[in-house]
């Protein structure tokens, strides 16, 4: 696992202020313009200390960004969306994930944040690499010379004073400054929408101000005791041998891939070695070093997504016969779409101070095939990166006082069931754990799952919230095997 695939694989009494102090917050906010969104919106700006503990020293702005409610008389609970990474921009997000709020932003404003450390806040972005040729997408030691010299790029910005500065962007200080932005547009309470890291982030928030939430929705559980790093190959592993057992099992995949198994196996065994593919940007001929790390993070970033999974067993047998450009152009399809890209330097940030503490004492068994060359990668990287303070309270999960609906998908190779069923059960009764058996990482844009996401957030009594019915998302399908289109078959002949 090199940093490229990183790359592509973070009060209460303040909603008792006076309706006058909350007005004069609220017409703070400016009118502006996100690209992808179709109408104006309103941003603003929260100014909070770097650290809290200094509240004179050096200051960050939080910035974010409200979608209004479409009715003049709306709801007094905004619902605020929490992205993923950690790293993600929830501003660069907001055009992707708005058509899920549609209902909801009848009468509801929609808020996005940019967390500390991302977007346009305080972000701890590497400087735009250029297009890496493939040869450096397979160098782990090339990968982490350029996390380096990321490090030495942001010492430089105007609010990192030190390198222990780098240790200020935690997912606790973060949901301080959620709330800030809470308090700032006078809203009693939030309606909080996580999702992957977010839900870690919504669950500290929960924690924190467990008098500011309303309603809280988990969309694949990441829970703070997780340990990124470890369990990622634990997960990857279980939902790489399901694809595999399940081939063996359907019918059309069986006849079309009757070897599967044998040729991932052999293709693993027969790594590294020098071969040639095209880019899958440039298109351009490329020779370099294939290596198992870099098959393994094209194939876990594929299982991420089903549709994409179900070209695995493809690309597999392509590469095995020596035709390595669908496994190459896998490997490189999540990391180009704006809004997925990662504040590297704020991702490790999260990472070193809260997951890397807990490797040692980490349960999870690693995958046979994937071991340990991410959590390998991480400790490298992690060395000497400056390491956050991180309370004890922060890896527990107290009771709910208000209802949780969490979304698992059975086929997601990074927050499994397993994981969500751990914060449903220590969250309470108030939570409701919806596993979804063929979907993915991210079960909120599958089938029927915003309409769900409306009718529990919507839902004006708890009760009512926590009984929403979910069982349209059990008859999802998991999508057929891909084929591959034979352009010679379809030729007349002479």
Not at 36 to 55: E, I
Not at 158 to 171: H, S
């Amino acid at each position: 696992m090199t940093l490229a695939a990183v790359r592509r694989s973070a009060l209460a009494l303040a909603g008792l202020l006076a309706a006058g102090a909350a007005q004069a917050q609220v017409s703070s906010l400016v009118d502006c313009r996100v690209a992808g969104l179709r109408n104006s919106v309103k941003c603003g700006v929260v100014p909070r200390a770097l650290d809290p503990a200094r509240p004179d020293g050096p200051k960050i702005d939080i910035k974010y960004v409200v979608v209004p409610a479409m009715a003049r008389r709306k709801l007094p609970d905004p619902v605020f969306l929490i992205a993923g990474g950690p790293g993600q921009s929830a501003i660069d997000v907001a055009p992707q994930v708005m058509p899920l709020f549609t209902r909801l932003n009848n009468r509801r404003d929609i808020v996005f944040v940019d967390q500390r450390g991302t977007g346009q806040s305080a972000p701890l972005a590497c400087p735009d690499a250029k297009r890496e040729s493939l040869a450096e997408q397979a160098d782990e030691g090339a990968q982490l010379r350029q996390l380096q010299e990321c490090k030495a790029a942001l010492l430089n910005k105007p609010y990192i004073r030190a390198p222990e500065d780098l240790g200020f962007f935690t997912t606790t200080l973060a949901m301080g400054d959620l709330d800030a932005v809470r308090a700032q547009l006078g809203a009693p309470q939030v309606d909080l929408v996580g999702v992957s890291y977010g839900t870690r982030a919504a669950l500290e928030y929960m924690r924190l101000f467990p008098g500011a939430v309303r309603r809280a929705v988990l969309d694949s559980v990441a829970p703070p005791d997780m340990v990124l790093p470890t369990s990622f190959s634990t997960d990857g592993q279980a939902a790489l041998d399901a694809l595999l057992t399940g081939c063996e099992r359907e019918p059309g995949c069986a006849t079309s891939y009757p070897t599967l198994h044998i040729d991932w196996a052999a293709l693993l065994a027969s790594l590294p070695k020098p071969v040639s593919a095209p880019h899958p940007l440039s298109g351009a001929m490329e020779h370099f070093t294939l290596t198992r790390e870099m098959v393994l993070g094209a194939v876990r970033g594929a299982l991420y997504n089903p549709a994409m999974a179900a070209a695995l067993p493809a690309a597999v047998t392509a590469a095995k016969a020596g035709h390595y450009e669908g496994l190459v152009g896998m490997g490189s399809l999540l990391g180009s779409r704006r809004g997925l890209q990662l504040a590297i330097g704020m991702h490790f940030s999260v990472v070193c101070a809260e997951d890397m503490p807990l490797v040692a004492k980490a349960t999870d068994a690693p995958g046979a095939d994937f071991g340990n060359a991410q959590a390998r990668v991480y400790q490298r990287a992690c060395a000497d990166w400056p390491r956050g303070a991180v309370p004890d309270a922060f890896y527990r999960i107290p009771p709910s006082r208000t209802p949780v609906l969490l979304l698992s998908g059975g086929l997601d190779p990074a927050t499994p069931p397993r994981h969500g069923a751990r914060v449903a059960a220590a969250l309470g009764p108030a939570a409701q754990h919806v596993i979804v058996p063929n979907a993915g990482h991210s079960v909120l844009g599958v089938g029927c799952a915003r309409d769900v996401l409306f009718r529990f957030v919507d839902a004006a009594e708890d009760a009512a919230a926590t009984a929403v019915d979910a069982g349209c998302l059990k008859a999802i399908p998991r999508p057929g095997v891909f084929h591959p289109i034979d352009l010679d078959a379809g030729r007349a002949k002479p």
